[in-house]
């Protein structure tokens, strides 16, 4: 029997979302990512554990990966867009803007595209990753890349919105935030429970908001009976969740989160302290070494920033903070392809040989050495 075609989450969850019954979706069948379980890291981090502790040696670790960078355009802005852009669509607008570190610009640019309107994108000059790049040109965006930061392309973007014919896009827009939450509907639903940590990146900290909105609204209606612990990472140049105010000149090799002045403070610090939740940083080597570790461990292509998911469960693992037993939730924000440079400038060369079968032979016999 056949299931019925999946036409995005809009129609998937729309008794939740503040769109009309009439009101026509602009989407790309965004939504409805897949929840991974890991296998070959989770096994390890358990050797370590019981290396550890007698006590640990009952305790499995159970940690699934929401792998947002198979949406549409290849990251979680997605879902937001596509109730952005109806809602802007419904309202009669023509164009959209938006200030972005990359993947807000290329989802706009998508759904621009679809929808028939104007998208507008800043974007800082020079920093974002070639993939994000290629989506808005090819999309047909008007590109502006300005000489300063995210933050800088943020405030522009609010101001300028008050004078001219467009759209704000960016999650300070509440139908960003109201699509964004339907992923932790999606973890809820697949597990059939909240996990008890839920560990995600933290840039302009709209995400950790709606995924707190979503697993809020169905602990209130008594979908579930309980709600996770938040934990929110950010890389060491670009803290200022760490460092208590906001910081003038981010910077990190993982561009998506390079903010320094998060637009959603206040809800994301609220999610934290009423989840009992934390927030933590890590450097760009150990957010590299995340994104390794889970491409060569698992088969599993994140783009940096959504690394940094992965590296936090495993130091509060570690540490013992998330306590063993527990059911985690990382969420890999956007797909590693956004970002050819960074995955590249940290692998190794590939072997230049002659095409001759004695040359491919060779190299094989070398390379499966000291592997059985
Ligand atoms: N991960 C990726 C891949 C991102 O692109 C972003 C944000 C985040 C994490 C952080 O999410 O801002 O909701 O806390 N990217 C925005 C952009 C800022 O312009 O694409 P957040």
């Known amino acids: 029997m056949n299931t019925p075609r999946y036409t995005g989450l809009i129609d998937r969850y729309r008794d939740r979302l503040p769109v009309r019954e009439d009101t026509r979706a602009v989407s790309l069948g965004e939504g409805n990512t897949p929840l991974i379980r890991l296998q070959n890291i989770s096994r390890d981090l358990e050797g370590h554990l019981h290396g550890k502790s007698a006590n640990d040696l009952t305790k499995r670790i159970e940690i699934y990966v929401k792998y947002e960078g198979l949406n549409p355009t290849g990251s979680f802005k997605d879902r937001g867009m596509t109730m952005a852009v109806t809602q802007a669509v419904a309202e009669g607008s023509r164009a959209i803007i938006c200030a972005s570190t990359g993947n807000t610009s290329a989802s706009a640019a998508a759904y621009a595209a679809r929808a028939g309107i104007t998208a507008f994108v800043l974007i800082p000059e020079g920093k974002i990753a070639l993939g994000k790049l290629a989506q808005a040109m090819m999309h047909g965006a008007i590109v502006l890349q300005i000489r300063g930061n995210f933050d800088a392309g943020m405030q522009l973007v609010k101001e300028v919105a008050e004078s001219a014919p467009v759209t704000i896009v960016n999650s300070i827009n509440p139908y960003r935030i109201q699509g964004q939450k339907t992923a932790a509907f999606e973890i809820m639903d697949a597990l059939g429970h909240p996990p008890d940590y839920h560990c995600l990146p933290v840039g302009n900290a709209g995400n950790i908001s709606a995924y707190w909105l979503g697993y809020t609204e169905y602990y209130r209606d008594g979908v ?39 637009q959603s403070w206040e809800t994301a610090a609220g999610a934290q302290q009423e989840s009992g939740g934390w927030f933590d940083e890590f450097t760009d080597e150990e957010i590299l070494a995340a994104q390794r570790l889970l491409a060569q461990k698992e088969g599993i292509f994140c783009e940096p920033a959504s690394a940094i998911s992965l590296a936090g469960a495993m130091r509060d693992i570690k540490s013992g903070k998330i306590p063993g037993g527990s059911r985690i939730v990382c969420t890999l924000t956007g797909h590693g392809l956004k970002d050819p440079d960074t995955a590249i400038a940290q692998s190794t060369s590939p072997t230049v040989i002659n095409a001759e079968l004695e040359s491919v032979r060779k190299a094989i016999l070398e390379n499966l050495e000291g592997t059985t």
């Not at 009976?225 to 981010?250: D, I």
Request: proline fraction near 13%; hydrophobic fraction near 35%.
């Open 224 to 262: 579930v009976g309980k709600r996770p612990v938040m934990c929110g990472y950010q890389a060491t140049g670009a803290a200022p969740f760490l460092r208590g105010h906001p910081v003038e000149n981010p910077e990190t090799v993982a561009t998506a989160i390079r903010i320094g002045n998060p």
